[in-house]
Each structure stands twice: as C-alpha cells, then as structure tokens.
C-alpha cells in the first residue's frame, strides 16, 4: 500500500471513529431511549465532527506523514484536535441544538480518542508481526547491540522497521542492571559485558554493535581486542555530531577501525566562533594542496569566506583542490595560486594582490628521513619559506596568522623537528612585534595523510608485504586528517598571541600493533619486518619539550605552550653545518634494510 493511500485510510478510520463513540454512548447512556429527532442529532453531530477532524488532521499533518504513528507527537497532535474539534462541535450542538443530548456531547470526544488509539495499537500489532515474519524468513546478519539506550533504540528501530536492513538484531547487552530484562519490540536485554561472547555463541550473532556514539577509546581497544580474540565483528557508530540532522541512516554504520585506536576523545569545533573570523574573510592557505592543507580549505569553505586563495608549489595539487571544492578543475581564476613560498618576490605580490585577513601556513616539508639527506632544502621551506610567508602577512596586516608544526619540534633532534621549532620561534616574534594575532598549533601524526604510515601500510599490504616498522616499541601520537584542520581553524579563534597550541592527543599508539590490526583487517598473511630506527628518529614523540610548562586553553582538549621568539636577523644568521642541526649518517641502503630486516 503506498504512503498516502495508508494515511487515508486511517483518516476513514478516525472518521468512524466519531460515529461509532457518538453511538455507543447513545446505547449505553440512554439504552437506545432517544426519539427520531434526537438519533437525527446524534447523526449530524457525527458527521461534522468526522469531516471537521479529517481537514484539521490532514491540515495538522497527522495524515501528512510529518510524524510517526504512533509516536508521542503524532499521538499529542491527534489528542489536541481531535479534544478540539469536540469542544467546538460538542458546544455548538448542546447551546443551538436543544434536542442533541449533552451526555453524547460531553463524553464522544474521549471515546473518540479512545477508539483512534485503540485502532493504532492494533494495527501496530499487527505490523510487527508481519515484520517480525519477514524477518524470519530473509536472511539478516545476527547482531547483538551493546547498549540499550537511546542510540540503541534508535539503531534497533532502524534495522527492525528498515525491510531493507542487513542486520537482525537477537539481543541487546547494557551493563546498567536497570535495564536487566528489559524489552523491546525489536529484541531484549540479554545480559551485560561478562555475558557479551556466551550470549554472542548462544545466539548466532557473528558482529557486536555498540550503540554508544561517546564510548571512549580506551572502551572500544578491550572490547575490540576481546571480541577479535573470540572471531567476532565489531561494528561502531559515529560520534553523534555527525548523524544527519540528528538520525541515524544504515551508511553510517561502519566496522571498528584503526582510527578508533586514537586513545581518547575526538575534539569538538566551536562553529560559532569559527565562523566570526572566517566568514566574509579573505582567506589564504599555503601548501594548500596537501592533505592538511586541502582540508583545511574545504572546512573553511564551507564557512562563506569573501575569498578563499589556495596556493602551492604543485599545480596537480591545486587542480585537485579546485575540482574538490567547486566541482569543477579548469584553474583559470585568481584563487588558485602557482607559487613557491621560497620566492618572496612572488610571495608578495600574491599578498599585494589578495590582502588576505586570515593565514592558514601549512606549506612545508615534512618527510623526516629524506631531510636528513637534505638538511638545506628543510631549511630553505621551512625556515626561510615561513619567514617568508610571516613577512608578506605582516606587510599587508594580517588579523590572525596560524602557522602548523608538529610534535617533533618539541626536544627535537631531526632535521624536520628543528626546522619546526624555528618556525614556532619566529611565528612567536612576529606575534611580539607586530599587529594581528599570531600562533601556531602543534599535533602528532595525521593518519591518512599523504606518505603517512596508514598509506605506506596499505600499500606494503596491498603488495603482499613485508610491512616494515623501524622498532617494535616506537610509539606515536595521532589524529585524523578532520581532527587536525578542526584543530588548526579553532585555533585561530581561542589561541592567544605568540602561542603555541597543542592537541591532549591521549595515549600513543603502538606502530606495531597498527601494522597487525592493519594486516588482519585487510585478511591477507603478510610478515612484519623490523628495519631499525633511522637517523634522528625517536623512539618515542613528546608533545611538550622537558622545558615547557603547558598550561590550559579555551578548550578542553587544547593545551597551550610558551616558546621563547627568534628574531629573523637571528633566526637567519645560521651558517651552513648549524643548519645541517647535527653530523648525520647517509640513511641505509634498500639491500641493507632487507639483509637486517628482522621478521616479527
């Protein structure tokens, strides 16, 4: 039956509804004693309240489909008109009818309701029924739901009333005794965590959805590692800011995945003031081509800059982020812009021509092993390409100025993590030294990033391996690609002058546990190959230097650190072998690395 020959129907219903209470109450209440003239009464009371209630309900939209039947509000919407309409019809029959009898007219509209709900629940029996036969009879993916809830009734009325669903729910698991028991139309409470796996076996459930969207991470590691250990599918939800509108669709369900293994609480943008500094902008990003940068512009997009100017050195890059962004790649308007930020001259006329109000700077060079080769190309972009960009935005009167490091600038001892501190000291002397707000913001490893280890993973995974970890206890922090550009937007909004913001990243992740969650996710039988710890590489990152003192932001997940500044005449003055940070060793040969590799 379609959509709207079903909310006729139950409109007919409800209109029978008024005759068949305005009757039985004449039965009951006068025991069939009414004269002609008063039955005649009792008729055309009926059929205008009929036809009164069906044009309010269908203009109510409680035939509109604009709410469930059966829901609260649709039930509150039927009670108010259906309570109206007997008031209006009832007063109207008793003060200018003399033979319509009052009882009918006071009592008809209760029993009205009465019988509408009536009618309702039975055919809301009836339809689990169908759907619990339906159900039955196709064959749904057996699932337990961890957490009865609201997300997990949510998630059980999803896949119960969804025809299309590929999950049959056989029970729910909560730790909160209250609930013990408790049941549902689409399933009932079975037991809490101790009883997960026994009742998992007991009822043929191959996955486990846990239907709590703010369960930490440290929540979802054990829990995962107890049902991998026992073969079984772990299925999460995401974080409740990224459910459409505020429902839950079946796409938004996914598989337990490595960036659940962050360790701790995903960080939450405060659109509002974002949106005070950014909108009606003018926007630059450097490097704007990168994964950081690239995302950072689609965020910011989506806040209505007066201008948005995208510039990189990589003209493929560029198309990339034009065709992301406007759908359409041809790289013929002036926000696209080709330039090296080692070339002031060209720096600048792209500030002089733009005037930007907001500086986003995440061009740089950041793969550690191959500026240990290089030390000077480090240094030309990202010491002298950031002075650069901090001189042209001072020139044109920047307001806020956000400069993006890393974790390795903090105690560094690569090439990477010193030319990063530099950049931190300089940003820090121009906020001292001139107008507008300038900081930069800190954070660990971004998975997904472009050379990050979840690609080089995949890839060696893809290839039939060896997947090769340079240690096997080397630990690093990380973050999602979103995570880092909400980070570095908000940034903007709550750091202060000369600041150097820094993520509460958690705990950090074990690279080798990475690589085998990586390889049992991906099915394959690939070796884990232990190659050594590169020149200048540590074994594990700290998110603070052991001489700074991190004290809280405006935000809860956001500390902030003081870095001395370097004035630029200083801060360039380094000859050649200081640049070069440290002595460093060529990095190992390809043929040495697999003649030491060591198989895990």
């Known amino acids: 039956m379609e959509r709207m020959d079903v909310y006729l129907t139950l409109s007919i219903i409800d209109a029978l509804c008024w005759f068949g209470a305005s009757f039985a109450l004449a039965v009951f209440r ?7 003239v008063q039955w005649s009464t009792i008729v055309l009371y009926s059929v ?24 609260f509000v649709e039930a509150s919407t039927l009670g108010t008109v259906t309570l109206a309409v007997g008031f209006l019809v009832g007063m109207a029959f008793i003060i200018g009818v003399p033979s319509f009898p009052r009882g009918v007219g006071f009592l008809s509209p209760l029993m009205t309701l009465l019988l509408m709900m009536a009618a309702r629940f039975a055919a809301r029996a009836v339809a689990i029924q169908l759907v619990q036969r339906s159900k039955a009879a196709r064959q749904g993916e057996r699932i337990l739901l961890y957490g009865a809830g609201n997300a997990g009734h949510q998630v059980g009325s999803l896949f119960f009333e969804d025809p299309d669903s590929p999950y049959h729910v056989v029970g729910l698991i909560d730790d909160d005794p209250r609930k013990r028991q408790r049941k549902y139309e689409f399933g009932r409470v079975v037991g809490n965590r101790e009883h997960l796996v026994s009742q998992a076996r007991v009822l043929n459930a191959s996955a486990v959805l846990v239907a709590m969207p703010t369960a930490s991470a440290d929540f979802l590691k054990a829990l995962s590692a107890e049902l991998e250990a026992a073969n079984i599918r772990m299925l999460v939800l995401p974080p409740l800011r990224e459910w459409s509108g505020g429902e839950l669709g079946l796409g938004d369900i996914r598989e337990f995945n490595v960036t659940e293994l962050l360790g701790r609480t995903p960080i939450t943008t405060d659109l509002d003031a974002i949106a005070d500094y950014v909108r009606g902008k003018v926007v630059m990003i450097t490097g704007a081509g990168g994964s950081i940068g690239s995302e950072i512009a689609r965020q910011v997009h989506q806040f209505g800059p007066k201008e948005l100017v995208c510039l990189d050195r990589d003209e493929s890059a560029l198309h990339s982020v034009q065709l992301a962004l ?3 790649g041809l790289l013929d308007t002036p926000d696209m812009v080709l330039c090296d930020i ?26 550690l092993p191959l500026l240990e080769q290089y030390p000077e190309e480090g240094w030309k972009t990202n010491v002298h390409g950031t002075l650069n960009v901090l001189e042209c935005a001072a020139a044109v009167g920047v307001d806020t100025f956000v400069n993006i490091s890393t974790d390795k600038a903090a105690d560094p001892t690569s090439v990477l993590g010193k030319t990063k501190r530099r950049a931190e000291e300089l940003t820090a002397w121009f906020a001292g030294n001139c107008n507008g707000n300038y900081l930069s913001v800190r954070f660990g490893n971004v998975l997904g990033s472009r050379g990050s280890v ?10 039939g391996g060896p997947v090769t970890v340079v240690h096997p206890d080397i630990t690093r922090y990380f973050m999602t690609i979103p995570e880092a550009c909400q980070l570095v937007i908000q940034a903007g909004a709550i750091g202060g002058r000369g600041q150097v913001l820094v993520l509460n990243m958690g705990e950090p992740v074990r690279i080798l546990d990475l690589a085998r969650r990586l390889i049992r996710d991906s099915g394959k039988d690939v070796e884990v190959r232990i190659t050594g710890l590169r020149e200048g590489e540590k074994l594990h990152e700290a998110l603070f230097s052991t001489a700074e003192e991190s004290a809280p932001s405006a935000h809860p997940l956001i500390s902030s650190v003081h870095v001395a500044p370097r004035e630029p005449g200083d801060a360039m003055a380094a000859t050649a072998p200081e640049r070069n940070v440290y002595h460093f060793r060529p990095a190992k040969s390809a043929r040495h690395l697999r003649a030491h590799g060591t198989q895990v």
Request: aromatic letters at 12%; hydrophobic letters at 40%; glycine letters at 10%.
């Open 342 to 367: 080692r070339d002031k001259s060209a720096l600048k006329k792209v500030f002089d021509d733009h005037v930007p109000q907001v500086v986003f700077h995440a061009g740089a060079l950041k793969h």
């Open 326 to 328: 406007y759908g359409r």
């Open 30 to 36: 006068y025991d069939f004693d009414l004269n002609a």
């Open 454 to 463: 979840l690609h080089t993973f995949t890839q060696q995974i893809d290839q």
């Open 48 to 71: 205008i309240a009929a036809a009164l209630h069906m044009l309010s309900g269908w203009m109510t939209g409680v035939y509109g489909g604009s709410n469930r039947v059966g829901s």
